[in-house]
C-alpha cells in the first residue's frame, strides 16, 4: 500500500511538473494511462546464441484479424518480442468487401514502425488450403501475390511450389486443429510426407495459440523438423492472454540465433535451434530444452550440514537459482533430496540432500522433449 501511494505521488508528481511548463488549459489526468515500458522477457545466452522471442503467426484485418497491422507491433514491443511475421491467408479473405486484397500489405504498413521499434519483422504468408492438407506458413518470402490464391485441391502442391520458388521456410501449422471434425486430418499424411521428402517442409507449429498439438511434436522430432510455436493471433493479444497478469505471456518460439536480425533467426530456424514457450512449458528437441534449462539454472555449493539426531544421516543444504523468467517444475527420479521444486522465474529455492551423494536426477515436468517424455536433469552436488 505504501508502495502504491509512493508511485501514485511520484506519477502526481510529474504530472503536476509537466502541467506547469505547458499551461494551455487542459489538466492532463495521466494516472490511469498505461506506462509507456516495454516488457523485458529475460532469457540468459545459450552456447553464446541469443534467446530471440519469436510471434511467426498472426493476422489482421489483411484477412480474417480484427486490427489493423500497426498493432502487433505496438504488443510485440510491450511484451518484449523480437520478431514477428504477418501470416494472412491467401485462399481466405472475408474483409475483402471493406479491405482491398493485397496480401504484401499488412507486413508493407508496418515495416517502418517495426524498424523504428527494433522489431524484426520477417515477411510471410499462410498458405491456406482445404484441410487435409490444411494450412502452412512460408516464411521470408520477397512476393506473397506471386503465390497462389486459387483454392483448388489440385493446385495444393502448386501453392506450396510456388513458396518453395522463393525459397521459403515453410512449417506445417495446427496439425490436429480439425481432428474430430475431419477424421484422418491429423495424421503424418502422404501429402506432407512428399513436401518432406522434396525438402520443402522444414518445420512443424507444435503450439498453435493455447493448444499443443502433442502428435506433431513427435512428427517433427522423428524427422529432424523445426519445432514452433505461435499465437495465430486474430483479435488483440490482450483479448486472448490475460498479459496484465504478472509472468503470463503469449505462445512463442524462442529462436537461438547468431544476432538479433532477419538473417539470424532464419539461419537458427534451418538448424532447428528453437524452443516453443507456451504457458509455463518449453517443448523441443531434446538438446536444445537441456541447452536452455543449463543456462537458466544454476546450483550453489553446499552452505549448511546438519546431523539429525536420530538416524546420525547428515543432509546438506544448497540454493538452486533460476536465472530466467522461464518457469521450471522439477520432480525427484534419483538419489535422496528434496521431492519437488518449483522454481518461479527469477528465483531461488533451497534444495536438500543426503550428504554423501554425487548428484540428484530429476524430471523438469514442464518441459517436453516428446509427446510423452519430460527432460531428464542432473543436478551435481558441490
Ligand atoms: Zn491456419
Ligand atoms: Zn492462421
Not at 511434436?217 to 504478472?246: F, K, M, Q, S, V
Request: glycine share 6%; with cysteine.
Amino acid at each position: 500500500m505504501k508502495i502504491q501511494s509512493i508511485l501514485l505521488g511520484a506519477v502526481l508528481l510529474s504530472t503536476g511538473y509537466s502541467q506547469a511548463q505547458t499551461d494551455d488549459g487542459v489538466l492532463r489526468l495521466t494516472e490511469f494511462a498505461y506506462p509507456v515500458k516495454r516488457q523485458l522477457l529475460n532469457i540468459p545466452n545459450v552456447n553464446g546464441y541469443q534467446i530471440l522471442k519469436c510471434d511467426f503467426h498472426m493476422h489482421t484485418v489483411f484477412t480474417d484479424g480484427h486490427v489493423w497491422p500497426n498493432v502487433r507491433i505496438q504488443e510485440a514491443w510491450r511484451e518484449g518480442l523480437d520478431a514477428i511475421s504477418y501470416t494472412e491467408h491467401m485462399e481466405y479473405n472475408p474483409h475483402s468487401a471493406d479491405v482491398k486484397v493485397d496480401h504484401n500489405r499488412s507486413h508493407d504498413l508496418a515495416i517502418d514502425l517495426a524498424k523504428e521499434n527494433n522489431i524484426v519483422l520477417v515477411k510471410g504468408t499462410e498458405i491456406t488450403r482445404q484441410t487435409p492438407p490444411g494450412h502452412f506458413n512460408a516464411l521470408f518470402i520477397q512476393d506473397a501475390n506471386a503465390l497462389i490464391a486459387d483454392n483448388d485441391p489440385k493446385l495444393d502442391q502448386a501453392a506450396i511450389d510456388k513458396a518453395d520458388e522463393q525459397k521459403a521456410f515453410i512449417f506445417w501449422n495446427h496439425p490436429g486443429w480439425k481432428a474430430t471434425t475431419i477424421p484422418g486430418s491429423y495424421e503424418w499424411i502422404d501429402f506432407v510426407e512428399k513436401m518432406y521428402q522434396a525438402k520443402k517442409l522444414h518445420g512443424i507449429e507444435v503450439v498453435n495459440g493455447l493448444g499443443f498439438h502433442k502428435k506433431a511434436l513427435d512428427w517433427a522430432l522423428d524427422r529432424n523438423l523445426t519445432i514452433i510455436g505461435n499465437t495465430d493471433i486474430h483479435n488483440l493479444i490482450a483479448h486472448d492472454y490475460a498479459i496484465e497478469r504478472p509472468g503470463v505471456h503469449r505462445t512463442m518460439t524462442l529462436v537461438m540465433a547468431k544476432d538479433r536480425s532477419a538473417a539470424g533467426i532464419r539461419e537458427a530456424l534451418d538448424a532447428g535451434r528453437t524452443v516453443v514457450w507456451s504457458s509455463k512449458y518449453l517443448f523441443g528437441k531434446e538438446e536444445n530444452v537441456r541447452a536452455l534449462a543449463h543456462a537458466c539454472l544454476a546450483i550453489s555449493p553446499s552452505y549448511h550440514e546438519k546431523t539429525n539426531g536420530k538416524t546420525q544421516d547428515k543432509t546438506k543444504y544448497y540454493e538452486i537459482k533460476n536465472n530466467s523468467d522461464l518457469y521450471f517444475e522439477l520432480e525427484l527420479k534419483q538419489g535422496k533430496g528434496t521431492k519437488r521444486l518449483v522454481l518461479y522465474p527469477e528465483s531461488t529455492q533451497i534444495l536438500t540432500a543426503e550428504a554423501g551423494q554425487q548428484k540428484l536426477s530429476y524430471e523438469i515436468v514442464s518441459t517436453y522433449i516428446r509427446s510423452d517424455k519430460h527432460l531428464q536433469f542432473e543436478i551435481n552436488l558441490k
